[in-house]
């Protein structure tokens, strides 16, 4: 919603600025499609050529990401919470009992209680491999910490692929426009003997392929990277709230300090309030 809101108010300003003082939209509009073609082509092909299959695929993708905002709610972090509570308490009580939880969490009733957690591999991924090893005594806390960092880190880089190949389409494009703009002078110099109102129709076109250029660049594309680089980012906040949780357990902490170690981990915006989360686990109890 607010990424529409930003372009729709980008394109206002600019070009209701440019119409305001005077300035000939018809212009622009005339040489925007081939100067669109040039410049966008070119992006869109050198996009391709220095990008990795796993990359195109997951563009779009990533670009309605950006759109929609951050998958993880505040709901998702205490849903969250409450699983891990659940897990390191069995664990604590019943090991063997764990070990059918971490290797069927598909038929698991704590997982099935959560089924937007339950459907992201990686997230179940990571509880389950983390529990499965401190089941086989590799149990060191910080051993554990740095295997659980390294892979954090491992997965936002593959993450954040689709935000750094924008930022550098973002990079190319005034360059691009300026290859544009370099095409209409040629074609400007090939008309020399027009009279100069037609000169100057053409050169104010050739201009528009500089403009396009830093326009996609710093008002469209590299502020959509940006946006999903946040998004990606925030939702990676997740993980560091799942490492938090089993960290603090081979601590040996008690479980709901476990817990609260990973809630004030969580960022601001998504944290559950303790009062909220201490009423989950309260009813958590009750069931059990």
């Known amino acids: 919603m607010f990424g529409a809101i930003g372009i729709l108010v980008t394109i206002g300003a600019v070009f209701g600025g440019y119409a305001l003082a005077g300035g000939k939209i018809g212009v622009i509009l005339h040489a925007l499609p081939f100067e669109m073609m040039i410049i966008g082509g070119a992006a869109v092909g050198s996009y391709v050529l220095s990008n990795s299959s796993d990359v195109l695929k997951h563009t779009l993708r990533d670009i309605i990401r950006a759109f929609k905002g951050p998958v993880w709610t505040g709901q998702d972090h205490q849903d969250l919470l409450c699983l891990m509570f659940q897990l390191l308490r069995l664990g604590r009580n019943n090991p063997v009992?764990?070990?059918?939880?971490?290797?069927?969490?598909?038929?698991?009733?704590?997982?099935?209680?959560?089924?937007?957690?339950?459907?992201?591999?990686?997230?179940?991924?990571?509880?389950?491999?983390?529990?499965?090893?401190?089941?086989?005594?590799?149990?060191?806390?910080?051993?554990?910490?740095?295997?659980?960092?390294?892979?954090?880190?491992?997965?936002?880089?593959?993450?954040?692929?689709?935000?750094?190949?924008?930022?550098?389409?973002?990079?190319?494009?005034?360059?691009?426009?300026?290859?544009?703009?370099?095409?209409?002078?040629?074609?400007?110099?090939?008309?020399?003997?027009?009279?100069?109102?037609?000169?100057?129709?053409?050169?104010?076109?050739?201009?528009v392929g500089t403009f396009l250029g830093v326009f996609l660049a710093y008002g469209l594309v590299a502020p959509l990277a940006q946006r999903l680089t946040a998004v990606k980012k925030h939702d990676m906040s997740f993980y560091e709230v799942i490492k938090s949780v089993l960290v603090a357990g081979l601590h040996q902490h008690a479980t709901n300090m476990c817990v609260e170690?990973?809630?004030?981990?969580?960022?601001?915006?998504?944290?559950?309030s303790f009062i909220s989360l201490e009423n989950a686990l309260r009813d958590i109890k009750r069931a059990s």
């Open 97 to 207: 009992e764990l070990e059918e939880h971490i290797e069927n969490p598909e038929t698991s009733e704590f997982f099935l209680a959560y089924p937007r957690i339950l459907a992201d591999h990686e997230v179940v991924s990571i509880i389950t491999d983390t529990l499965r090893s401190a089941s086989l005594n590799y149990d060191d806390p910080y051993q554990v910490e740095d295997m659980l960092t390294k892979r954090i880190a491992l997965i936002k880089d593959e993450e954040l692929h689709v935000a750094h190949a924008l930022q550098s389409m973002a990079d190319a494009l005034p360059a691009l426009g300026i290859v544009a703009a370099v095409l209409g002078v040629i074609k400007t110099m090939s008309a020399i003997d027009q009279p100069p109102e037609i000169l100057g129709k053409m050169i104010g076109a050739a201009l």
């Open 261 to 272: 170690v990973g809630r004030q981990s969580a960022p601001e915006q998504v944290r559950p």
